[in-house]
T-cell receptor, first 109, second 112 residues
Framework: EDQVTQSPEALRLQEGESSSLNCSYT??????LFWYRQDPGKGPEFLFT???AGEEKEKERLKATLTKKESFLHITAPKPEDSATYLC??????????FGQGTRLTINP | DGGITQSPKYLFRKEGQNVTLSCEQN?????MYWYRQDPGQGLRLIYY???????QKGDIAEGYSVSREKKESFPLTVTSAQKNPTAFYLC???????????FGEGSWLTVV
């Protein structure tokens, strides 16, 4: 059974303090690993898709990386507007998207 | 603007009543999905549909029903059989053969 575990559950950083969020996964035949950002009371907003180990993608202060067992979302010099819950999901051979429980990120000014 | 529209945003239901949540998309996507989100938990798949007039149960389909009469629309009915329906419901869609799922803004359902 495909599984996704995100850590930490919650993370508080000061503005400008870089850090990383972890997404560990087990999947049969990875067809994509996805990162979403979700603001309170809103739907998830798509950020990245990664397909193979070694792949990296960047968008503004965010960079996502992928290995065979985990993915990291690196946040460089974050700002308060980066505060949100970040969701990781995988799609395997069964074609279903399986989500982790998310990491709630708070950036203090 | 292209996108996925869910309505209503907030809905209150009395115990024993059925309610229907609307989901419309103008992205010309073939596949549509319904997820449920509870505090501190990941999204869980309720139902999905890959083509018109066809749909499959997800992981937590009990107490829910759907229809897919039009490509653009995928309404979800929360029946009185759903024991714990208070949650945030998310509709999503993706292109045929596409990999990335896009979400609507969600609907809050509260049972009073």
């Amino acid at each position: 059974e495909d599984q996704v575990t995100q850590s930490p559950e919650a993370l508080r950083l000061q503005e400008g303090e870089s850090s990383s969020l972890n997404c560990s996964y087990t999947v049969s035949g990875l067809r994509g690993l996805f990162w979403y950002r979700q603001d309170p009371g809103k739907g998830p907003e798509f950020l990245f898709t990664l397909y193979s180990a070694g792949e990296e993608k960047e968008k503004e202060r965010l960079k996502a990386t992928l290995t065979k067992k985990e993915s990291f979302l690196h946040i460089t010099a974050p700002k308060p507007e980066d505060s949100a819950t970040y969701l990781c999901a995988v799609r395997g051979g069964a074609q279903k998207l399986v989500f982790g429980q998310g990491t709630r990120l708070t950036i203090n000014p | 603007d292209g996108g996925i529209t869910q309505s209503p945003k907030y809905l209150f239901r009395k115990e024993g009543q059925n309610v229907t949540l609307s989901c419309e998309q103008n992205l010309n996507h073939d596949a549509m999905y319904w997820y449920r989100q509870d505090p501190g938990q990941g999204l869980r798949l309720i139902y999905y549909s890959q083509i018109v007039n066809d749909f499959q149960k997800g992981d937590i389909a009990e107490g829910y029903s759907v229809s897919r009469e039009k490509k653009e629309s995928f309404p979800l009915t929360v029946t009185s059989a759903q024991k714990n329906p208070t949650a945030f419901y998310l509709c999503a869609s993706t292109q045929a053969g596409g990999n990335t799922i896009y979400f609507g803004e969600g609907s809050w359902l509260t049972v009073v």
